[in-house]
């Protein structure tokens, strides 16, 4: 009997055993996530995904610091104290530079990301998808895949190119060589023409257009000295009518109200949130003064106004307080206050910084600096990206390091004056009336006289300002030629208000940045010879 | 477990037996008591008349009362770990000592699914008593293991209370987790940390953030722990075994009358050492001289112009460190009647950490039942209840709370005059921005409460004699909720918003496993066999949530601001399940030749449709060459000899961090909030979520082992010694490649493809000697050594110039790199060599990194660097190895003295051969610029009046001095005095008045001194978060405490 009552208890644990474990309890999909082949079966599915690569989470690697370090101290715009960021002021850049990393790998993943998504979609075509719905989105891709190898030609000139990373990965084969600059650029320029190719005529605001094409691969042309082509893009954008100049130059940097405005051919796009990292513009706190910091806004001005640009304004040009805050900048909306000790009250410091701040701010070279003053060693901030305080003092919504505005990767104050430089041409000096027409609609909004001539220098004095602390001067400055190159550099101050500190025996291996260290370790071809990407 | 169920199943059989001959036997009745060679009780032993099945066991003070037959002569006494002693049986009382059985040939050990007597083991098993680590101060019985186990590598990550301890069976195993599978009474875990939030959300850098798990359950409860060394031990649990197999055994009761235990201790603890910062007065000298020599731009602040006036300043260090204090309650309840035992115990663990912000708590409470329902039925549960709640400070992280205490300018203080907290300071004209990080601790933090329940319920079918099949359904349920806050505070002119993180997960994982057990013993062959099918599911989800603005610092979700924009809402859930079938089959014959196989085969949703099942065979035979005839003349010297050799392959599913569920996918996945176009309002944006990867398959690993077991001397001399060699192949790594790729591992990477990709071998030596050197009725010495040695070696990756790296300070430093050829963990840099200190150096130099000779770039005081490359430029090609982590060996050394009632042990644990990056001293050593406090070394630098200072010359342009290299690499080898404890146990006599039948009083102390050159806090450094990326580099250490303890244990 009992034995009997064992072998029942026998068989049924092994008929539980057998039932409980059907061939699908070791098939789990994800929970989490669709598979490719379940969606981007409509428009705002596939968009959604291109949308990623349009934010910070993909660039702010670049547009956080290193487009500071590159595009401005290194161009003497900028001045700094950080110990990384030094280098980039004296032109002693290394080749383990953060700055370097960062930015390379942030190009380079924008590459990685817009070429799975070509291969993704580009599959789903050929499985059957709406390819109505898929090519527009592959088109963006090759807008910003073209968009980033400009940026890498231009910052490390000879560099490797990538088109398929799943399949290099997955063959361990890592010996990818640097390709000549020119190749690389033309890459590039055949990327964007895919995008124009692709692209449609309008769009909502922020996405990018036929026209951000058009507009990138004038600036490309430019770059190439291929004047006729600059000057036939630039004009396709003019033609087109979509843009325009924001009449407000200071508003466009102090608020993401004017987001995607008409201005916009392309922007790197921002939303205030902290989750996920890098979706918000972090450049406020790099910016902006410490007399603005408040318990929502951090803000440790790592980068400051060089002595160099403070003299680069002509007389009442509206920029000026546009870009920069000296001695009696203020503006009235933004009232930064110290909040209360535990017991309700404040301390004396405190006390007076909130009432030196109850009308505005203010920003005060005068003032002590624990009371609402600001001291540093060039006398001025960055204005441009700066959105103030924080929502309760005034400001927009800022989330400690975060911002929602978008960075203006190119804008058309920028077609206006590629049309004049390529108009101008190779010439010393030109008075076409369509030329000074762009250009002198820069100088008009900046409530500056116009122009009846125009020569080089004209157009990269104007640029210079124009685009002052948007990360293009570096680019200005080397696109003339090393000697060009060489005579701005070492005239310049580079110092502070205690001392005029200038950079001598610029080289012209200087005229493009080291790759990084890290690279070159897993990539040692990266320090061998350039190799031509295009046959022929 | 398994040994007492025996003993307590042999009791209930006895009984049986007993009950029915004592009706026709004539009798009369010995009485006695069994005590071991310390004269302390021995409950339970076996008391059992010669040639005959009568017998009893001793009760709770070791007495007995046995009626026994009138012809009986002999009384043969035994006890598990004792040697059996026999006596005649005389008129009065008897007493016994028993002792130490010479190599406890015969313990009964925990393997896989089962036991095994120690005689018939054949593979590397290593097991630890509770009696050896029961001094200790520990939080987690992770952390006693240090030192006690050959093979065992067990280094604390941090001091932190409940920080993360790397355990590492027999070297590194896997480039993702190498924690082993710790099984409590056959309850499964696989991950060894428990997980906090950090403080990256709430600005800065993270810390640590893996703690350790076994810290929330209590070591307290636990009776002992083999170790499952090698692969053919280990091969029973397959695909989870390859980091090595921990089995945990919590206590039982004993048959006899209840046991009230209370075990209270109390310790202090202080830091051990702190780092030599310049003060107020050597800082102003300093930066006097340093603004000399930047020259213009650069103004001498005024008020340090006779740094003589000046003070001390603020002492950074001495502000962050406290005393601290650990505190222990332990109350356990156990006994036995009938056919059931019991054991409960109820736990109260509290610890104050060293440096502020860090405390850890845990209650607990256990409770283990056993019954023998049925003759054939036997069943039992053992159940765990926990709540741990730590608070975790922000440390070993670059600018963590010790870095800023170390780099913090003595200038300012911690409050202002009015008791505010100081912040940036402006002094002649230089604002002074360091944080304060007594402030900045005071105002945030991190807190972790995490709750496990976990047990295991078993039914044992008793079919006849020798077959049973065995039931067990295991659970666990974990429920963590993890906290981030910030509170609105002043620091200077930085306000803080208050802020709240508030974290829920929640897990549950089942297994259900059936197996038959046979034995059977045919003269001179034994037979073993299991086997059987185990079904397991694992599931989380989590949901988090952020708050801004709290109203008066509570930290409620309901307390936070209503403007959603600054809310932030998050989720995610996942799950894994896996189906096995194992068997196992061990043959003795004649106790010489020892045969054991296992089996098994694990189907787990990891893996892709072409490699869902993975196979992992092992086998090993063992030789007792001392039962041989022609050994029989050895046993004066040598009376114990056993060879072992086995092989056996395991497998290893730990993932990367990071990796798609299921890892062999691509799938589309949406970030948490809003990016891109995706405002508020609008769907949710996407992402590709990695590159798919069909074939991936099990990472393998395949171990050889060769022991011999020796015993000298009768017993006075144990040495065990095993060799092994162990390779890792088929890693689980994502096919990462320089970032060009555009693909990679973090969070916001394009994931690269998951691969099975690499190869790794440790090949090592474990040694565990014991020697019983004087064992007298009154006194005894013993002393326990145990050495570890491994080597490990990367061989191959997915391609020669592929590595494996380690990043520190917001992944910009690039720390260690590992290429095939060398052992993981290999610090990488550039190789020093002296400082350019003439003319001619400098003349003779090769261009570094770029840079001219000027004084901008390359000038005098600057380091030199080789040119490894040999050729003529330093530039990343010179960059090389520059020390490993990896100890040539590790070490234990247990001395216990035994005087009467007295004991006396004195533990010693060393690393020696191991290699520190001391990164905080590249930051305390930086000098580029004249804000940040530096280490008083700085002091001999080069200048033009110093040209033979020890250290480089300040330069905030020349960033070469600074670069990764050998100058930041230390020997880390250590001898560190681990603990001393000296106990009393209160002679018989006294205790008895008071109705107790044990007192113990002992003071400890901890972590007494260490022996070491490293100039870092401890050179104990670990893995930061348990990864082997980043071992032995110390950014800020939380350095283990010293402790001063004390405590008592009681028992009635």
């Not at chain 1, 692209?199 to 909502?204: A, G, I, K, W």
């Not at chain 1, 005579?487 to 790759?515: C, W, Y």
């Not at chain 2, 449709?609 to 005839?629: H, I, L, R, Y």
């Amino acid at each position: 009997m009992i034995m009997k009552n064992r072998f029942i208890y026998f068989i049924v644990i092994l008929a539980a055993t057998l039932a409980s474990c059907s061939e699908s309890f070791t098939d789990r999909p994800s929970l989490s996530g669709a598979t490719v082949s379940n969606y981007y079966n409509t428009a705002d599915e596939v968009r959604a995904a291109t949308s990623t690569i349009y934010s910070g989470l993909a660039w702010s690697g670049y547009e956080a610091r290193a487009l500071d370090c590159i595009g401005e101290i290194l161009a003497g715009n900028e001045h700094t104290y950080n110990g990384d960021d030094t280098p980039f002021q004296l032109m002693t850049v290394s080749a383990t530079s953060v700055r370097l990393s960062d930015s390379w790998k942030a190009f380079y993943k924008v590459n990685g990301w817009t070429s799975a998504l070509i291969a993704t979609f580009e599959q789903k075509i050929a499985d059957g998808g709406d390819a109505a719905i898929l090519e527009p989105a592959i088109a963006e891709c090759h807008f910003l895949r073209g968009t980033v190898y400009f940026y890498i030609a231009r910052i490390w000139g000879h560099a490797p190119i990538v088109t398929d990373p799943g399949a290099i990965a997955l063959t361990g084969d890592f010996n990818i060589p640097r390709y000549f600059q020119e190749d690389v650029l033309r890459f590039a320029l055949e990327e964007l023409q895919l995008a124009e190719a692709g692209l449609p005529e309008t769009d909502v605001p922020g996405r990018v257009t036929k026209y951000s094409a058009k507009g990138m691969m004038a600036k490309l042309y430019l770059y190439q000295k291929d004047y006729a082509n600059a000057k036939a893009k630039a004009w396709e954008v003019m033609e087109s009518g979509q843009y325009d100049l924001f009449p407000d130059y200071r508003a466009m940097f102090n608020s993401s109200d004017n987001n995607n405005n008409i201005e916009t051919l392309f922007a790197v796009q921002h939303q205030c949130t902290m989750n996920p990292w890098g979706s918000g513009n972090q450049l406020n706190p790099d910016r902006g003064p410490s007399s603005l910091q408040t318990d929502e806004a951090s803000m440790w001005e790592l980068y400051r106004p060089s002595m160099d640009l403070r003299t680069a304004y002509e007389p009442n040009d509206k920029r000026r307080a546009g870009s920069m805050m000296e001695h009696g900048w203020n503006m009235a909306d933004w009232k930064p206050q110290k909040l209360p000790q535990a017991d309700g009250s404040f301390s004396p410091d405190d006390a007076a910084y909130n009432d030196f701040m109850k009308d505005g701010f203010r920003y005060d070279t005068i003032q002590d600096v624990k009371q609402g003053g600001t001291l540093n060693g060039t006398r001025s901030t960055i204005a441009k990206y700066v959105v103030g305080p924080g929502q309760k003092y005034g400001g927009e919504q800022v989330i400690g390091m975060n911002t929602g505005i978008n960075f203006m990767m190119q804008r058309y104050a920028d077609i206006l004056l590629i049309y004049a430089e390529a108009t101008l041409g190779e010439a010393a000096s030109t008075t076409d009336a369509t030329a000074l027409e762009a250009f002198n609609k820069v100088r008009l909004r900046a409530g500056l006289p116009v122009k009846e001539v125009l020569t080089l220098n004209d157009i990269m004095k104007e640029r210079r300002v124009e685009f002052a602390f948007e990360g293009d001067y570096w680019f200005d400055i080397t696109r003339q030629g090393f000697e060009k190159a060489k005579q701005i550099i070492e005239a310049q101050n580079r110092g502070t208000i205690s001392g005029i500190v200038r950079v001598t025996g610029f080289t012209e291996d200087k005229m493009f940045l080291p790759i990084p260290a890290s690279e070159v370790l897993q990539d040692p071809l990266l320090n061998e010879d350039p190799q031509p990407y295009y046959t022929k | 477990m398994q040994n007492k169920l025996l003993r307590l199943t042999f009791l209930i059989c006895l009984a049986a037996v007993m009950s029915t001959t004592m009706l026709f036997a004539q009798q009369r009745t010995v009485t006695g008591r069994v005590v071991d060679d310390n004269n302390a009780a021995l409950p339970g032993a076996s008391v059992v008349v010669k040639g005959t099945t009568i017998g009893t066991a001793t009760d709770l003070n070791g007495n007995f009362t046995l009626p026994v037959p009138s012809d009986a002569t002999t009384l043969v006494i035994t006890f598990v770990g004792m040697d059996a002693k026999e006596v005649p049986i005389t008129a009065g009382p008897i007493n016994v000592t028993l002792t130490m059985s010479a190599e406890e040939v015969d313990a009964v050990v925990v393997i896989g699914y089962g036991t095994i007597r120690r005689s018939e083991v054949t593979s590397a098993i290593a097991s630890v008593k509770t009696e050896e680590i029961q001094d200790l101060v520990v939080t987690g019985v992770d952390q006693a293991l240090q030192g006690k186990v050959a093979g065992l590598q067990v280094m604390n990550n941090s001091g932190q209370p409940g920080g993360g301890v790397s355990v590492r069976v027999r070297g590194i195993t896997s480039i993702n987790s190498n924690d082993p599978l710790i099984v409590i009474d056959g309850v499964p875990f696989t991950n060894n940390n428990v997980e906090n939030t950090g403080y990256d959300g709430l600005g800065g850098s993270d810390g640590q953030t893996q703690n350790s798990f076994l810290a929330t359950l209590n070591p307290n409860d636990i009776e002992s722990i083999d170790v499952l060394k090698d692969a053919s031990a280990q091969a029973i649990y397959g695909s989870q075994a390859a980091n090595g197999v921990i089995l945990i055994t919590t206590k039982k009761g004993k048959a006899g009358d209840g046991k009230v235990t209370y075990d209270f201790s109390y310790g202090l603890q202080q830091v051990g050492r702190t780092l030599d910062v310049m003060n107020l007065r050597e800082f102003a000298e300093y930066q006097n001289s340093v603004i000399a020599e930047l020259g213009s731009g650069y103004i001498p602040t005024e008020e340090f112009a006779d740094p003589s006036l000046l003070g001390e300043g603020t002492d950074w260090q001495d502000a962050i460190f406290r005393q601290g204090y650990t505190m222990d309650h332990q109350l356990g309840i156990s006994g036995g009647k009938e056919n059931t035992s019991y054991y409960f115990s109820a736990g109260y663990f509290d610890q104050k950490g060293i440096l502020i912000g860090s405390d850890f708590k845990r209650y607990s409470t256990r409770f283990n039942l056993d019954s023998q329902v049925k003759k054939w039925l036997r069943a039992g549960i053992s159940s765990n209840i926990t709540r741990a709640i730590q608070n975790v400070t922000l440390a070993d992280a670059a600018e963590s709370t010790i870095w800023w205490a170390t780099l913090q300018n003595p200038l300012i203080p911690v409050r202002n005059l009015d008791g505010t907290w100081a912040g940036n300071y402006t002094v002649g004209g230089y604002t002074y921005t360091a944080d304060n990080p007594v402030a900045t601790s005071n105002s945030r933090g991190n807190k972790g409460v995490n709750s496990q329940i976990f047990g295991n319920i078993y039914a044992d079918v008793i079919f006849f004699e020798g077959l049973s099949l065995r039931n067990e359904f295991s659970y666990q349920l974990g429920l963590q909720n993890n906290m981030a806050f910030q509170y609105e505070a002043n620091i200077g002119t930085r306000s803080l918003q208050a802020q709240l993180y508030d974290s829920r997960n929640n897990s549950y994982y089942y297994a259900v496993r059936n197996y038959l057990n046979y034995n059977k013993n045919l003269g001179k062959h034994k037979l073993a066999f299991t086997g059987g099918h185990e079904a397991q599911y694992s599931y989380w989800e989590n949901m988090g949530g952020k708050k801004v603005d709290l109203q008066n610092n509570i930290l409620d979700m309901n307390a936070g601001g209503t403007d959603k924009l600054t809310w932030d809402l998050t989720g995610g859930k996942g799950d894994w399940a896996m189906e096995s079938y194992f068997a196992r089959g061990n043959y003795t014959f004649d106790d010489r030749y020892s045969l054991s196989l296992s089996y098994r085969g694990d189907k787990s949703s990891n893996f892709g449709p072409n490699k869902k099942w993975g196979f992992f065979p092992g086998a090993s035979v063992g030789w007792t060459v001392t039962n041989e005839k022609f050994a029989a003349n050895w046993a004066n010297v040598m009376n114990y000899m056993k060879i072992r050799l086995g092989a056996g392959a395991v497998g290893n599913q730990n993932l990367p961090g990071g990796a798609p569920n299921p890892p062999y996918t691509s799938n589309v996945n949406f970030w948490p909030g809003p990016t891109g176009f995706g405002q508020v309002g609008t769907a949710s944006t996407n992402f590709i979520a990695g590159i798919a990867n069909p074939d991936l398959g099990w990472e393998s690993v395949i171990t050889y082992n060769g022991g011999i077991d020796f015993g000298f001397l009768n017993g006075k001399i144990d040495l065990t010694v095993d060799l092994y060699k162990k390779v890792t192949s088929n890693m689980l790594l994502f096919s990462t490649g320089p970032a060009l790729l555009g693909i990679g591992d973090a969070w916001n990477d394009l994931k690269a493809p998951i691969g099975n990709v690499g190869q790794m071998t440790n090949t090592g030596i474990d040694i565990s000697l014991v020697t019983r050197n004087i064992s007298k009725p009154n006194f005894s010495w013993n002393t326990s050594f145990i050495f570890s040695h491994y080597k490990n070696v990367l061989d191959k990756l997915i391609n020669e110039s592929s590595s494996i790296d380690g990043k520190l300070y917001y992944d910009n430093y690039l720390i260690t790199h590992t290429v095939p050829g060398y052992a993981v963990g290999t610090f990488w840099g550039l190789v020093t060599d002296g400082l350019f200190r003439t003319e001619t150096d400098l003349a003779n130099s090769f261009p570094q990194f770029g840079s001219a000779v000027s004084q901008n770039e390359t000038w005098l005081g600057d380091v030199r660097y080789k040119d490894v490359h040999k050729d003529q430029v330093i530039d990343s090609k010179d960059l090389t190895f520059i020390g490993s982590p990896i100890p040539d060996f590790t070490f234990g050394l247990t001395n216990t003295f035994r005087y009467r009632d007295l004991d006396l042990s004195i533990f010693l644990q060393g690393s020696y051969g191991a290699e520190i990056f001391n990164f905080m001293k590249w930051q305390l050593e930086r000098m580029n610029n004249v804000y940040y406090n530096q280490s008083t070394a700085v002091m001999d630098r080069y200048t033009a009046t110093n040209k033979d200072g020890a250290l480089p010359r300040f330069t905030n342009t020349n960033t070469n001095n600074t670069a990764m290299s050998d100058r930041y690499v230390e020997d880390g080898s250590y001898l560190r005095i681990q603990n001393i404890t000296l106990g009393y146990r209160l002679p018989g006599t006294v205790i008895n008045r008071a109705q107790m039948s044990n007192l113990r009083l002992f003071v400890t102390v901890q972590n007494l001194y260490t022996f070491t050159n490293y100039t870092g806090y401890d050179p104990e450094v670990g893995s930061y978060n348990n990864s082997i990326r980043l071992m032995n580099v110390d950014a800020g250490h939380y350095p283990n405490p010293r402790t001063y303890m004390g405590g008592v244990s009681v028992e009635f």
